[in-house]
């Protein structure tokens, strides 16, 4: 089966622009996680779905960041302005349900450069 | 909020030496434990990962993980490593049922052939 499509797959940008990525889970996975990864450190989960609902955004810097996930598929990651310091790779990652003994797949990431 | 720790942080072995990672967490209740493996240039993916029942929990490539709820830990072993084995392996906890993941700072593993 396909895996976790992410795009792009680097961004640069200068402080205070915003910036978009995308995520398109494996087909048939219901749950689906943005994670931001800052160089040294692990994952840190932003926000997860269970379909178009969200389940979890505590960790969410909802000032700058947004995600939806209008149709229960694909889901975009906004940040609008830009610091300095989201410089980080976004990680997406899906399983097939809300049940945490379920699998994460994670897909290749979005390196983040702000200037 | 849940931490977790990992001492190592960057590991250099050469081939066929035993390799063990350590994981500590800091939830003291019901907690599913994973290991995740980064090869360079690739995407995170399971190596292996406990929920309940026998704690010596195997997983791909060669790799164990014990759990020792007395002291918090699941530590990842290789008793022969290989040079494809170099990678970033991260730990990860999630407290039994809920929906966060808690990931560790990584260890970075360089085998020199």
């Known amino acids: 089966e396909a895996g976790v499509a992410q795009s792009p797959r680097y961004k640069i940008i200068e402080k205070r622009q915003s910036v978009a990525f995308w995520c398109n889970p494996i087909s048939g996975h219901a749950t689906l996680y943005w994670y931001q990864q800052i160089l040294g450190q692990g994952p840190k989960l932003l926000i997860q779905?269970?379909?178009?609902?969200?389940?979890?955004d505590s960790q969410l810097p909802k000032d700058r960041f947004s995600a939806e996930r209008l149709k229960g598929v694909d889901s975009t990651l906004k940040i609008q302005p830009a610091k300095l310091e989201d410089s980080a790779v976004y990680l997406c990652?899906?399983?097939?349900?809300?049940?945490?003994?379920?699998?994460?797949?994670f897909g290749p990431g979005t390196r983040l450069t702000v200037l | 909020a849940q931490s977790v720790s990992q001492h190592n942080h960057h590991v250099i072995l050469s081939e066929a030496a035993s390799l063990e990672l350590g994981c500590n967490y800091s939830y003291g209740g019901t907690v599913n434990l994973f290991w995740y493996v980064q090869y360079p240039g690739q995407h995170l993916q399971l190596l292996l990962k406990?929920?309940?029942?026998?704690?010596l929990v195997k997983g791909i490539k060669g790799f164990e993980a014990e759990f020792i709820k007395s002291k918090f830990s699941f530590n990842l072993r290789k008793p022969s490593v290989q040079w494809s084995d170099t990678a970033e392996y991260f730990c990860a906890v999630n407290e039994g049922g809920g929906n966060q993941f808690y990931f560790g700072t990584g260890t970075s593993l360089t085998v020199i052939p």
């Open positions: 779905f269970q379909n178009n609902g969200v389940v979890d």
């Open positions: 406990y929920f309940s029942g026998d704690p």
């Open positions: 990652a899906s399983t097939r349900g809300g049940s945490t003994y379920n699998e994460q797949f």
